[in-house]
Structure formats: structure tokens, C-alpha cells
């Protein structure tokens, strides 16, 4: 039976470029409108890819009965007042990670979403790599055993990439650990459920413009039992990577989401080795997120990373940031 085609608006077309290309791809969805505050880029990619409302505005389109969806693409500070004027408008929001910079602004975006009864999402990509699918999966189905340990990290400099007008460096309109560190958060919480509690030290040597630590490490208590090390460096002297090591009663997993292989040792083959897992590229995770979240709206299913989960990534950074500041471990916050 074929399925309606859902409007998608896109809102700052940097990052926003990905999903506007996947709206594009996908059977179910008609890119309506793009919205970014660069004319000349609106203007450029409008004509180039044939999409017809095109606006400097973001608010010219709440009131459009053709937008279903609108893909909040624009930096970190504007995440709270765009996602709740289009939920508020009826319309449902999927918004790049992170879902906002503190917890307040979380909050006041999950009472949006509920007031409104609309999908909100949050565009959390690592958990549409198939790396990080296989993990989650041998997670759970017993491959690894019973999951003791996790380790994640979100390894970026951010010398050379402080965004449009350096709002990256802004400490009011980012906080590295919110909003990069987000990615290593989201993936620990994902594997080991939710945070009781966090211990974290920082330090800062890198990345002069950031007035924040570049380089964060927080030791992290799960509601299961089970304890990880997260590691976020915004200032590193070394390539970009997100990592992930799941360790198990049955087995270790370890990789990231740019090799071409992980890493696999298991106690009924042989816990001396490691087997090489030939992995495949990372591309079309985004193309896979915007695809996770028209189904979710098409067939009023839950999405992966809604706004509880959000928040709750967003808590923990936070909780590990007043960790830093007192010296002392810091509960997480889990109640959204
Ligand atoms: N999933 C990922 O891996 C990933 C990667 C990069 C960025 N992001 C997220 O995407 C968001 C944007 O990051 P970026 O790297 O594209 O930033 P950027 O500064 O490079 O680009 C922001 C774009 O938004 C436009 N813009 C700014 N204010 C606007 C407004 N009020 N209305 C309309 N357009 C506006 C700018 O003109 C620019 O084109 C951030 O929240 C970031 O965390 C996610």
C-alpha cells in the first residue's frame, strides 16, 4: 500500500545539508522548504536542488499546512525556541544533537512534545552506524554476556571548526562536553542504560579560544551495575574518532566509526585472541536516522532517541561538569 509523503522543512543547511539530501532520498518524504540566515547559501542550494520555499525566517514557516516535519539543523542555542515554536505549530521535530545545552531547555522541550502530542527526536547519528547497531545488538542477545564495562570517546579538535561567527567558543552557546561529547554519552548510556552517578576530572591545554576544559574524562556508575569511562577531547593533537569498548562476561568488543574493521575476543573461541571483524563504511547513517524517524511518525512508533533520552545525555554531561567544579561524584538526573 503505498504511504503518504511527509513534508520536511530544514533549518540551517551546514549539517542540515545531510538530512535536506536525505529527505530528498526517501520515498515518503517531499523536501518542502529550507530555511538558513546565509542568503547566498539558502539561495545556492534552493535553486540547486529545485526545493520551493526558501527562507531566511525560520518562523515564515510554522504556519505552512505542507511541513510535517521540521529538521532543526542550526547551532546549539537555537535548538530550544525552534523546537518548541514548530511542536507548539503542530509539526514534528527531529534536532541534531545536543538536544539543547542544559537540562531547563531539555525540559521545556519534552513538555512541548507532550502538550502537542508530537514526535520529538534527537539526531543522535551514532546510533545508525552499523558498527555501534552490532554493538547495542550483542549487547543484548547474549554475545557478549553480561555487559560489566563500557568505554566510550569523542575525540574531535575544534581549532579550526568554531562554526559560523565561532558560536562553538561562545562558553553561553556551547559547553564541548553538551555538545560534542554528547556523541561518547549518548553511546555509554545506550549499551549501559542509565547513569547513577559520575566522577569526572578535566583539564585544558589545547584550545585557547574555548574558555572550557578540552580534555574531560568521567568515570560513570550504571543503574545496572556495571562502570565506564567516558572521554571527550575538544583540543586533541590527533585524528578525529568516536570509540566504543564493550566488555562482557562472554566477550570484548572494541572499535570506533572510522576503521574498517573492530576488534572481537571471545572466551568459547579463544580469549587470547582477537578475530578482526571486517566492518563497512559509516556513510547513510544520517539517511538511516531520517528514515528511522518518518517511520516513527508514520506508524506512531517511539523514537530511538526521544526527548527523555536526550535530556538524560544532556543531565549526565552537566553532572559530570558540577563534578569537576566540587571534586565530588555528582547523582545523574534521570526523571524527565
Ligand atoms: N551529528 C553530527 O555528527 C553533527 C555534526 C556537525 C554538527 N552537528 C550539529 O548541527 C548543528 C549545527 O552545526 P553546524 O556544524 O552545521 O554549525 P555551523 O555554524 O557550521 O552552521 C550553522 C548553519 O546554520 C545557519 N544559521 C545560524 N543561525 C540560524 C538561524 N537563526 N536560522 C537559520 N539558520 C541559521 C548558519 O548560517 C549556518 O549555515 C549543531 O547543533 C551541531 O551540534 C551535528
Redesign the pocket.
Given at each position: 500500500m503505498p504511504e503518504e509523503k511527509l513534508g520536511v522543512a530544514v533549518?540551517?543547511?551546514?549539517?542540515?545539508q545531510a538530512h535536506f539530501l536525505a529527505a530528498i532520498e526517501h520515498p515518503n518524504a517531499e523536501l518542502v522548504a529550507l530555511?538558513?540566515?546565509?542568503e547566498g547559501?539558502l539561495d545556492a542550494r534552493a535553486a540547486e536542488y529545485n526545493v520551493p520555499v526558501a527562507t531566511?525566517d525560520?518562523r515564515d514557516l510554522l504556519d505552512r499546512p505542507d511541513i510535517d516535519i521540521a529538521s532543526i539543523?542550526?547551532?546549539?542555542h537555537?535548538?530550544r525556541e525552534m523546537t518548541c515554536a514548530f511542536l507548539d505549530a503542530g509539526k514534528h521535530v527531529i534536532v541534531?544533537?545536543?538536544m539543547a545545552r542544559t537540562v531547563e531547555e531539555c525540559e521545556e522541550m519534552i513538555a512541548a512534545a507532550r502538550r502537542n502530542d508530537r514526535k520529538l527526536m534527537v539526531?543522535q547519528?551514532c546510533r545508525f552506524y552499523s558498527f555501534f547497531e552490532d554493538a547495542k545488538r550483542w549487547s543484548e542477545d547474549g554475545t557478549l554476556g553480561e555487559v560489566y564495562y563500557v568505554e566510550t570517546s569523542y575525540l574531535h579538535n575544534y581549532e579550526e571548526i568554531g562554526?559560523?561567527g565561532n558560536?562553538r567558543f561562545d562558553p553561553e552557546k556551547r559547553h564541548p562536553l553538551v555538545?560534542g561529547g554528547c556523541?561518547a554519552i549518548d553511546l555509554a548510556r545506550w549499551i549501559c542504560g542509565d547513569a547513577e552517578e559520575v566522577h569526572a576530572y578535566g583539564n585544558h591545554y589545547n584550545i585557547p579560544q574555548q574558555q572550557w576544559e578540552d580534555l574531560i574524562t568521567i568515570n560513570v556508575k550504571f543503574k545496572s551495575g556495571a562502570v565506564g569511562r567516558i572521554l571527550n577531547s575538544s583540543g586533541c593533537q590527533r585524528p578525529y574518532n568516536i570509540d566504543l569498548q564493550v566488555w562482557g562476561t562472554k566477550g570484548t568488543l572494541v572499535g570506533d566509526n572510522t576503521q574498517d574493521y573492530a576488534l572481537l575476543s571471545l572466551r568459547e573461541v579463544n580469549r587470547h585472541i582477537w578475530l578482526r571483524l571486517p566492518k563497512p563504511p559509516m556513510a547513510k547513517a544520517v539517511a538511516s536516522e531520517l528514515a528511522h524517524f518518518i517511520d516513527c511518525v508514520l506508524h506512531d512508533r517511539q523514537p530511538l532517541i526521544d526527548g527523555v533520552d536526550g535530556a538524560k545525555t544532556v543531565a549526565l554531561a552537566w553532572a559530570a561538569i558540577e563534578s569537576m567544579r566540587t571534586g565530588q561524584p555528582v547523582k545523574c538526573r534521570n526523571d524527565f
Amino acid at each position: 500500500m503505498p504511504e503518504e509523503k511527509l513534508g520536511v522543512a530544514v533549518i540551517g543547511l551546514h549539517m542540515g545539508q545531510a538530512h535536506f539530501l536525505a529527505a530528498i532520498e526517501h520515498p515518503n518524504a517531499e523536501l518542502v522548504a529550507l530555511c538558513d540566515t546565509d542568503e547566498g547559501l539558502l539561495d545556492a542550494r534552493a535553486a540547486e536542488y529545485n526545493v520551493p520555499v526558501a527562507t531566511t525566517d525560520w518562523r515564515d514557516l510554522l504556519d505552512r499546512p505542507d511541513i510535517d516535519i521540521a529538521s532543526i539543523c542550526t547551532p546549539d542555542h537555537f535548538h530550544r525556541e525552534m523546537t518548541c515554536a514548530f511542536l507548539d505549530a503542530g509539526k514534528h521535530v527531529i534536532v541534531e544533537k545536543p538536544m539543547a545545552r542544559t537540562v531547563e531547555e531539555c525540559e521545556e522541550m519534552i513538555a512541548a512534545a507532550r502538550r502537542n502530542d508530537r514526535k520529538l527526536m534527537v539526531a543522535q547519528v551514532c546510533r545508525f552506524y552499523s558498527f555501534f547497531e552490532d554493538a547495542k545488538r550483542w549487547s543484548e542477545d547474549g554475545t557478549l554476556g553480561e555487559v560489566y564495562y563500557v568505554e566510550t570517546s569523542y575525540l574531535h579538535n575544534y581549532e579550526e571548526i568554531g562554526g559560523v561567527g565561532n558560536w562553538r567558543f561562545d562558553p553561553e552557546k556551547r559547553h564541548p562536553l553538551v555538545g560534542g561529547g554528547c556523541h561518547a554519552i549518548d553511546l555509554a548510556r545506550w549499551i549501559c542504560g542509565d547513569a547513577e552517578e559520575v566522577h569526572a576530572y578535566g583539564n585544558h591545554y589545547n584550545i585557547p579560544q574555548q574558555q572550557w576544559e578540552d580534555l574531560i574524562t568521567i568515570n560513570v556508575k550504571f543503574k545496572s551495575g556495571a562502570v565506564g569511562r567516558i572521554l571527550n577531547s575538544s583540543g586533541c593533537q590527533r585524528p578525529y574518532n568516536i570509540d566504543l569498548q564493550v566488555w562482557g562476561t562472554k566477550g570484548t568488543l572494541v572499535g570506533d566509526n572510522t576503521q574498517d574493521y573492530a576488534l572481537l575476543s571471545l572466551r568459547e573461541v579463544n580469549r587470547h585472541i582477537w578475530l578482526r571483524l571486517p566492518k563497512p563504511p559509516m556513510a547513510k547513517a544520517v539517511a538511516s536516522e531520517l528514515a528511522h524517524f518518518i517511520d516513527c511518525v508514520l506508524h506512531d512508533r517511539q523514537p530511538l532517541i526521544d526527548g527523555v533520552d536526550g535530556a538524560k545525555t544532556v543531565a549526565l554531561a552537566w553532572a559530570a561538569i558540577e563534578s569537576m567544579r566540587t571534586g565530588q561524584p555528582v547523582k545523574c538526573r534521570n526523571d524527565f
